[in-house]
């Protein structure tokens, strides 16, 4: 059993003392911080949205954590994929606010890595950021959602999706796209499969040949079943590649650390359908739950998804073509994404990265 320690979003008494914030403080207080982080640089990896998100992690809470790991002895900066970073001013993500500087994982032009062996399918190699990589230590804080890819999207995802390169990104995002087979000379360009897919992922190019947009993907078979000659296949064994793929990234990463020098923090509020790439914030599809901790990636993972419960869904929250499938069984997350949330960390777990079995230690 691994130790998790949680702060409820609920605030119990009218006094500040009793708010999230507080109990954050509190949380980060039981962790020896100067045996993990003094004299050591520490990144401090975020995902820190674009554009119009405004549910990302406030910048209150990342003020916090910079402070306590000062006073712990510790030089921390704040870092997300180099893309994000100049768009995160506007969200309030400036040295001002957090009290360390904002700087861009793989340097200004991304031309910052160190290549990491992988040897997956079609992931031979990953491009790890030069920041993470040389980086003594590492706090994972990351906003727990929904994803489209991945039906969550928290600390796996912020490792294996944020720390390294773009290139290396889309090498993940291509395992998923290897899901679907489409044999050309059997396809009668009817487009049936396009004009019955619910979410507008399946196109046809210009050339005539098909695309599919896996992250908008629910894997629904609409397409395959309409399909009037066999044309296009869904490879069932291939469907959990892209979590695999981020499950090996998170472990390639984690591996460069020396032991106990890396603390997971998940952020289980504002917990938005989509991922903050999109740019955008739609409503909550739960209420607050509120932050969990631990130095496991896999059992502050599973108790974070395990956190976000079906019959706490709140009509209205799915933007359009989002729905809860009845049709499917499982975590609330898999009925509207339609992908295992769970799968990423079984993963996580098999390649010996943590216990999905844990105690949770609630810190009032
Ligand atoms: S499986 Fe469903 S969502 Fe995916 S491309 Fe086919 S019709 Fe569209
Ligand atoms: S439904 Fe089948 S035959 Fe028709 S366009 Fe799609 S893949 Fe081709």
Redesign the pocket.
């Known amino acids: 059993m691994s130790r998790v320690l949680f702060a409820s979003a609920k605030v119990r008494e009218l006094r500040a003392d009793a708010s999230l914030p507080a109990k954050f403080k509190r949380m980060l207080d039981k962790y020896p911080l100067a045996d993990m982080f003094a004299d050591k640089s520490v990144a401090i990896k975020m995902h820190l949205g674009g554009h119009y998100g405004y549910t990302t992690i406030p910048p209150l809470f990342v003020r916090m954590l910079v402070k306590a790991i000062k006073d712990a002895g510790g030089r921390p900066f704040v870092t997300d994929g180099t893309p994000a970073i100049p768009g995160a001013i506007a969200r309030g993500y400036t040295q001002e606010v957090l009290g360390v500087p904002v700087v861009p994982a793989a340097g200004i032009n991304e031309g910052y890595f160190v290549t990491v062996p992988i040897g997956y399918r079609t992931f031979k190699e990953a491009h790890m950021c030069g920041e993470i990589y040389h980086a003594d230590a590492m706090i994972v804080y990351s906003h727990g959602k929904g994803h489209g890819m991945s039906g969550f999207g928290g600390a796996i995802k912020n490792i294996a999706m944020g720390n390294f390169t773009c290139s290396t990104r889309g090498s993940i995002h291509a395992l998923g796209d290897t899901d679907f087979e ?1 044999n050309s000379e059997l ?8 004009d019955n897919c619910p979410t507008g992922a399946l196109t046809f190019k210009e050339d005539g040949s ?1 695309n599919i947009f896996s992250h908008h993907c629910r894997y629904c078979m609409h ?1 395959v079943r ?4 066999g ?2 296949k869904l490879r069932q064994e291939a469907v959990q590649n892209f979590q695999i793929g981020m499950a090996l990234a998170t472990k390639a990463c984690l591996e460069t650390f020396e032991e106990n020098r890396v603390l997971f923090v998940n952020h289980m509020t504002n917990i938005t359908p989509v991922c903050d790439c999109w740019g955008f914030s739609s409503p909550a599809i739960v209420p607050d739950v509120g932050i969990f901790a631990g130095t496991d990636i896999v059992s502050v993972e599973q108790a974070s998804i395990d956190s976000i419960k079906t019959e706490n869904f709140i009509e209205g929250t799915l933007p359009h073509p989002l729905i809860v499938r009845d049709d499917i069984d499982g975590h609330l997350l898999r009925k509207i994404h339609s992908k295992d949330p769970y799968l990423q960390v079984e993963e996580t777990a098999k390649l010996g990265l943590g216990n999905r079995e844990y105690n949770i230690e609630e810190v009032e």
């Open positions: 489409w396809c009668t360009r009817c487009y049936l499969c396009r098909l397409c309409v399909c009037p000659t044309a296009l």
